[in-house]
């Protein structure tokens, strides 16, 4: 489990979805476009399915979780939520979020490092710096 900790008590964490409820997870916000297999919808107890920040599926299908691929992937995803409008309002969204209570950022992907939610992580950070 990571977490961002930033002015305001700000924290936003990630999860894999797989990993067991916490109470202290907060918002759940699952930030995946398709949902994880073999985990209900009872299981997941989100408060927030934000499939619009995910990446676009073709960058996601030409992605196909290839290590060798991450570095491109994060700047063609960087980009997306940068300046994609509705992805772009929905990182704002979080921050705002964030600024209140703790926000658990979920996620399906098995490699923790190498995924779209660390590079989401990595820019809700900056944003949350730049304020």
């Known amino acids: 489990m990571n977490s961002i900790e930033g002015d ?3 924290e936003i964490i990630l999860k894999r979805i797989y990993e067991p409820y916490d109470d202290r997870d907060g918002d759940r916000i699952l930030i995946d476009r398709l949902w994880p297999r073999g985990i209900s919808k009872e299981e997941a107890k989100l408060t927030d399915w934000a499939k619009s920040i995910a990446p676009s599926s073709e960058l996601r299908k030409w992605f196909c979780h290839k290590e060798e691929l991450f570095e491109e992937f994060k700047i063609r995803y960087l980009d997306e939520l ?3 409008r509705q992805k772009s309002e929905k990182v704002t969204e979080l921050c705002q979020r964030a600024e209140h209570q703790r926000v658990t950022l979920l996620y399906a992907a098995k490699d923790p490092i190498h995924n779209h939610a660390r590079v989401l992580w ?3 950070q900056r944003r949350m710096e730049e304020e």
């Open 122 to 124: 990595e820019e809700l």
């Open 8 to 10: 305001c008590m700000a």
């Open 82 to 84: 940068r300046t994609d």
